[in-house]
């Protein structure tokens, strides 16, 4: 017979008695459990709002680090949490339709730290203590398992560790001074690869770090950097993120170019919309506006789009080469092994021919020079393939292959000629799986040869008749149609 579960939620009063480690554990879980409902419902549909890191890491969530211990042990541990809930036989529909919440407290309740009995969820779980830990008794014995890490070890196995990469916002802080600050903290040393990209020992915890909070420093992958650092936008030019959010690299961007000229900022997803928002305000960036709409809907041939210079296109993929750093080894999805089934094949397919759209898309420009396409995928079915498709009508509107990073020593896979101009990152080597292709323009120069179309000196030319604004700041924000019919944009 299954109880029903209390139905009084805490009270402010109940709050208030708590002490303060107990009222912070109280409201981490509850942090804990909207990230989760995001992660499983992503997992499940195949189209993941964001990473457990990008969720739990949003200015929204307050105590970032007790709630992204809670997820990850919770995944960590779900199969076997959904088991002894089974088990236990205690679940009525009231709970199954706060599973979410049920999943993060179940596995304070069993493993953690859960012990005072205010919130309703706690409260019923603690009532039901003994049946749960029963459950989990009999659950050992069948899997004949020793002890939790080794019934742990039987449903799941993790990935090994990676440095941590802190790129320095160079908009807001000198390299130098940003290397005195963290090396307060740990070992500190500078990328060879990339200037503004610091190396740090891998478990260092930064996400309450100054630096960090106030957008001083990013903690993002030397992988994910190289991509900005790739398309070498000049400070003065138009430049389009086709699909831009968390805007990671949209900041990259802004750096790089010196907050000069004007990024173009396009995002169809409205949840990721607000998480970009959030990462231009945090960056201090002032040359990005924000497009809510479809990067295929523009028309490259209107303003301002015809004066685009430069396109960086990272279009959804599979994300199979940063399967770890987004913790999928966690997901339900992951250990059922759906890698391999048809379902995922279709799907692979699907995002190719977006793929290839997308790019087809951003070499139609007008003004456009330089083209990074890439993606954090390592099937081919989304990288050389894409690019070898779409060859022929490059090359018909004047664009070459060009190799960035030409002293890195993974390039594409030998699929066609011109292939190894191609960048790849290895998932093991690098524990993180990128591609990255570079398109350039050439011209015929007035000798009949063939040069760039773009000019290597920096220059501080603006766009023909744009002016500096602050596009995406402060706190309040207005929608105003912008650029093309059907296309919402954000700006003060």
């Known amino acids: 017979m299954r109880s029903s579960a209390p139905s009084a939620a805490a009270s402010k009063a109940d709050i208030r008695r708590l002490s303060n480690a107990e009222r912070s554990a109280y409201f981490a879980r509850r942090e804990a459990a909207k990230v989760l409902r995001c992660v499983l419902q992503g997992d499940a549909r195949r189209r993941a709002v964001g990473s457990v890191k990008s969720l739990v890491y949003s200015p929204s969530v307050r105590n970032k680090r007790a709630t992204f211990a809670l997820v990850c042990q919770t995944l960590k541990h779900l199969p076997i949490i959904k088991q002894i809930l089974e088990d236990a036989d205690i679940v009525n529909s009231k709970w199954k339709r706060k599973e979410d919440l049920l999943f993060i407290v179940t596995y304070d309740v069993l493993f953690g730290q859960a012990k005072q009995s205010i919130g309703d969820a706690e409260k019923f779980l603690i009532h039901h203590k003994i049946k749960l830990q029963s459950a989990l008794e009999q659950l050992l014995s069948r899997k004949k398992a020793n002890g939790i890490d080794e019934l742990t070890a039987i449903y799941q196995t993790g990935d090994a560790p990676k440095p941590r990469y802190v790129r320095v916002n160079t908009l807001k802080l000198d390299i130098g001074y940003a290397m005195l600050e963290l090396d307060k903290l740990t070992k500190v040393q500078k990328d060879g690869l990339l200037p503004d990209l610091l190396i740090l020992p891998a478990g260092t915890d930064l996400h309450d770090h100054p630096l960090v909070l106030n957008g001083s420093v990013f903690m993002q992958g030397k992988a994910s950097c190289m991509v900005a650092a790739a398309l070498r936008p000049e400070p003065g030019w138009a430049v389009l993120d086709a699909c831009s959010a968390p805007g990671n690299k949209t900041v990259h961007l802004a750096a790089l170019m010196r907050d000069e000229g004007e990024i173009i900022a396009c995002e169809l997803n409205e949840q990721r919309v607000n998480r970009l928002e959030d990462t231009i305000r945090l960056s201090g960036a002032s040359n990005i506006h924000v497009v809510h709409g479809d990067f295929l809907n523009l028309t490259p041939s209107v303003h301002p789009y015809n004066k685009v210079q430069a396109i960086l296109l990272d279009p959804s993929c599979s994300g199979s080469g940063t399967s770890a750093e987004r913790l999928d080894h966690l997901l339900p999805s992951y250990t059922a092994g759906h890698a391999a089934d048809g379902t995922e094949i279709a799907r692979l397919n699907k995002l190719a021919a977006f793929q290839k759209k997308a790019l087809t898309h951003a070499l139609s420009f007008p003004s456009v020079e330089r083209v990074v396409y890439s993606t954090c995928s390592v099937h081919q079915i989304e990288n050389e393939d894409v690019v070898q498709s779409i060859l022929p009508l490059a090359a018909s509107l004047g664009f070459r292959l060009e190799a960035p990073f030409p002293q890195w020593s993974h390039r594409g896979l030998p699929v066609f000629e011109g292939a190894e101009k191609l960048l790849r990152t290895d998932p093991l080597e690098d524990r993180e799986g990128f591609f990255i292709a570079l398109f350039v323009k050439e011209h015929v120069d007035r000798h ?40 919402q944009t954000k700006t003060t």
Do not use: E, H
């Open 448 to 487: 009949g040869g063939i040069a760039p179309a773009f000019s290597t000196r920096k220059t501080n030319r603006r766009v023909s008749g744009s002016t500096k604004k602050r596009f995406v700041t402060g706190t309040k924000l207005s929608r105003l149609l912008f650029y093309a019919p059907g296309l």
